[in-house]
């Protein structure tokens, strides 16, 4: 299992841990707060390489048609989510970036709960990554209702007032 400090080398204490799901893992986590939606856009440079930008909703077409302008392909716009999420492996409180598939399984079980996913009466989620015929899988089980702990709020807490998911993802 990979964690990444933060997008650049030189991180500081009190920067964002982030949990990336590699192929294959199976990771544990535990939803605090509210979800943060932007959007990534890529596109693949003259000598081959991939460049991407994160953009809130509300650009991301100006942003695209700027990013394409010039480009012989055009961009490729990924809608994405971030969350805070205490690691049950470790712990921690970590950023965790997803897509759809595993945004619309926290969303289906919101609706049929009446809770948030991040409040008081969310809990543990099991996310497995799989990968079939090149394409990656994950599979998103609800475990159980698990209130926080007091230790497990107050370093959310500490987190935000180093940076905020909105700020993050802008």
């Not at 930008?53 to 989510?81: C, F, H, N, P």
Request: charged share 35%.
């Amino acid at each position: 299992m990979e964690t990444r400090k933060t997008r650049c080398d030189d991180a500081q204490q009190g920067d964002p841990v982030f949990l990336k799901l590699n192929d294959a893992q199976e990771y544990t986590v535990r939803p605090v707060g509210t979800v943060v939606q932007f959007y990534r856009i890529s596109v693949h440079t003259t000598d081959g390489r991939k460049r991407s930008v994160i953009v809130q909703a509300d650009r991301k077409d100006e942003v695209a048609a700027m990013v394409s302008k010039g480009l012989t392909r055009q961009a490729e716009i990924e809608q994405r989510y971030a969350l805070t999420v205490i690691d049950r492996a470790d712990g921690k409180i970590k950023v965790m970036e997803i897509g759809t598939e595993v945004f619309e399984a926290f969303l289906l079980w919101a609706r049929a709960a009446d809770e948030h996913p991040g409040g008081k009466g969310g809990g543990n989620w099991r996310i497995r990554v799989e990968v079939r015929r090149g394409r990656r899988r994950f599979h998103v089980d609800f475990l159980k209702r698990v209130p926080f702990a007091d230790s497990e709020y107050e370093a959310f807490k500490e987190s935000r007032r180093n940076y905020t998911l909105a700020e993050l993802f802008k």
